[in-house]
């Protein structure tokens, strides 16, 4: 259940790192032996990071074997590791998540749509074509796709002189402005959370793979997880993205088996993409 690496002759003189969980494959260990002794030493630093419950950056040269000793060390100790590798496109998104559309009928969206069928019933011309199953089967909310529900604005449209005429007008006009308001896309958007913030929340590990090839907003944003008491603030999104170790919110509290590493390579870097020595 725990990993000893030894850091001199002495075979009791070492570090004990608890597994994560058990390897998948334990042949893992075999791919140790083919280390050059600069990359044992950093294995040894990953291990001292991890016991401290500190992030850590590893910096070398292209090729220098940075991702891969610790995706090994990952791999070894059974944890989960989510790997961001960095380029010019690399944004905030990255860490906070982003809107996404969503094209499933949520329980508000099919109360909507019941509520407007129901309106909609008053007129016998509607009521007719929401008889018929295979116009719309108002039975069925999985049949409510946006293109049976422009169908049935199409046909509602038609007979609009009819209606325009009829003492139900003013409910059948509510009935039509909720259905195009539920199916607005702009309704439908909702937030997916990172696999970041995932990982902070879950106490999963995160690879930062070649910072120095992302936008400097990244490094300043994860700079405050590399101290001592590590939190994020993505106040561009808002209050709930504030973690920490010691929140009081349990949702928005920093997993004590998270662990971030960074590679770094400065021989890539540009001049205008210097990271703050602070960091």
Request: hydrophobic share 35%.
């Amino acid at each position: 259940s725990n990993l000893f690496i030894r850091i001199s002759n002495d075979d009791t003189n070492g570090l004990l790192i608890p597994l994560i969980s058990t390897p998948k494959n334990i042949d893992v260990l075999v791919d140790l032996d083919s280390l050059t002794l600069p990359q044992k030493h950093c294995l040894i630093f990953l291990g001292c990071s991890l016991l401290s419950k500190r992030s850590c950056v590893v910096q070398g040269d292209t090729a220098s074997g940075k991702s891969h000793l610790i995706r090994l060390f990952a791999k070894i100790l059974g944890a989960k590791l989510n790997v961001f590798q960095m380029n010019s496109d690399s944004n905030i998104s990255m860490l906070a998540g982003q809107s996404v559309l969503n094209n499933s009928i949520s329980q508000k969206d099919q109360e909507n749509f019941k509520k407007a069928f129901t309106d909609l019933k008053v007129d016998d011309s509607i009521r007719k074509y929401l008889s018929n199953p295979k116009n719309i089967d108002i039975s069925n909310p999985k049949s409510w796709t946006p293109k049976e529900l422009k169908k049935l604005l199409e046909f509602i449209q038609s007979i609009e002189i009819d209606i325009k005429c009829s003492k139900y007008c003013s409910e059948i006009e509510n009935a039509v402005q909720l259905i195009k308001e539920t199916m607005n896309p702009v309704n439908r958007f909702e937030h997916q959370e990172s696999a970041f913030i995932h990982a902070i929340r879950k106490g999963e590990w995160v690879l930062i793979d070649g910072i120095e090839s992302a936008p400097s907003v990244i490094a300043e944003k994860i700079s405050s997880l590399c101290g001592e008491k590590p939190e994020l603030n993505l106040y561009e999104y808002g209050p709930k993205f504030y973690f920490s170790k010691d929140n009081i919110k349990p949702e928005n509290r920093i997993h004590d088996n998270f662990q971030l590493f960074i590679t770094y390579n400065p021989n890539y870097m540009k001049e205008s993409q210097m990271i703050d020595q602070t960091f």
